[in-house]
């Protein structure tokens, strides 16, 4: 096995070249695999193989084959730090010598409670209040449940309707996908699902008013206004990944759309649900995303980059308001939710140590500088004909595929670009998985110059291969 020399061309800084002999990706493995399990968001009978990874380090994935792989979209969307960072493993071992696990209803331990600490020091002002999940979804879940029983503690049981907006989402339990917009993820599940208002995002590249951005005022907002005026005081919460849409198509909002999100829910008076799973611990280039804006949510959902990625928890943060709510000596009154691993000792010690890392390695400036590579290196893409909009926030750039740039018309979520595309990154040893025709790159933060100027090279010339092969 040798390692290549990098640059800016194939292969990718420190790509091991196996021996080919030992590409076959092991039989084993992958047969074992086949027999037994059930891949998310896989259909079994035509995907391919899946790759099997033996190790991580840094911004790579290690196949067992040999291959490095540079991990371009964070192990959807967790990973801040790098794959096993020595720090983080420390942490993690140590954690485990003193306490795997012990039941949070009753009980507490340092882990659960140094991490709120440190979270309400670095969540926007007036949010005090910790709730621990699981993941992404259950910490949404907790969110809509804390809004409709907030309002019947308060004796206002009639508000009790979701605002959501378009091109949502917000995980895949059943209320979670309630809130997301209807796709083909929940078109199954409608039956199950609850009834939410929906308003205006403001997805400037396909305005909903057909409007410009360089001229409009955030005129979608009235959408919002309009709902919420029609709910009156039937209305319990608005919820929004702010700043970033996410698996909608990495959607960047302006962010005076977000301070006007605000503005409405104080004048009518109605919670606001911060859904920062995806944005949380940087990804926007503001440790979250509501900073962009200079807001506080009343409610706000973290999970993903909270571990850094290593072990699944959520955390549905409040403020004094909405949690003095739920204390009284009627114990109907009480919050009834909780899961076997709530504030899992594992999982909330890594999170310190993510946190503890932040400080140490300056990651937000790591971030900016993603930010300004990004900008740099993917603008000029928006020459190539089959770019309709290139959208960068923080460390995710984007940019979305059209087959006519005067209709924008494109392909839907299952079109087969987006596979297309996936594996010819991947014999390049760069992992991708677009959403559909919307081209996404979403780097843990520990990448280098070098290896981000890879990675935008090989994206514009495998686009321009793209255009030659379908010209
Ligand atoms: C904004 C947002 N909310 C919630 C979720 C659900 O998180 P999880 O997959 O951990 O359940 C996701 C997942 O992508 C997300 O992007």
Redesign the pocket.
Known sequence: MTTQASGSGFPPPGFQVADPESRIPNPGLVARDRLHLWHPYTQMQTAPAPLPIVGGSGVYLHAEDGRRILDGISS???NIHGHSHPVLNAALAAQAERLEHVMFAGCTHPPAVELAERLVAALPTGITRVFYS???????EVAIKLAIQYWINQSEPQRRAIVALHH??????VG?MSV?EDSIFTRAFTSLLFHVHRAHAPYCYRCPLGLERRTCTVDCLSNLEETLAHLGDTAAAVIV?PML???GGMIVWPREFLAGVRRLCDRFGVLLIA?????GFGRTGRMFACEHAEIAPDII?L??ALTAGYL?L?ATCTTDAVYAAFLSHDRSRTFFHGHSFTANPLACAVAVASLELFERDDTLARVKRLETQLLAGLEPLRSLPLVGDVRVIGGVGAIELVTDRLTKSAGGYLDELGPRLAAAFLDRGLLLRPLGNVLYFMPPYVITEEETAWTINQIGDLLEREMVAHS
Do not use: F, I, M, R
Request: charged fraction near 20%; include cysteine; charge should be negative.
């Open positions: 959807w969307w967790v699981d993941n992404g979804s259950t910490a949404v949502a989402y917000h995980g895949d339990t979670s997301s990944e849409q996410g698996a859904d920062e799973v995806l944005t959902c999970s993903k699944p959520g």
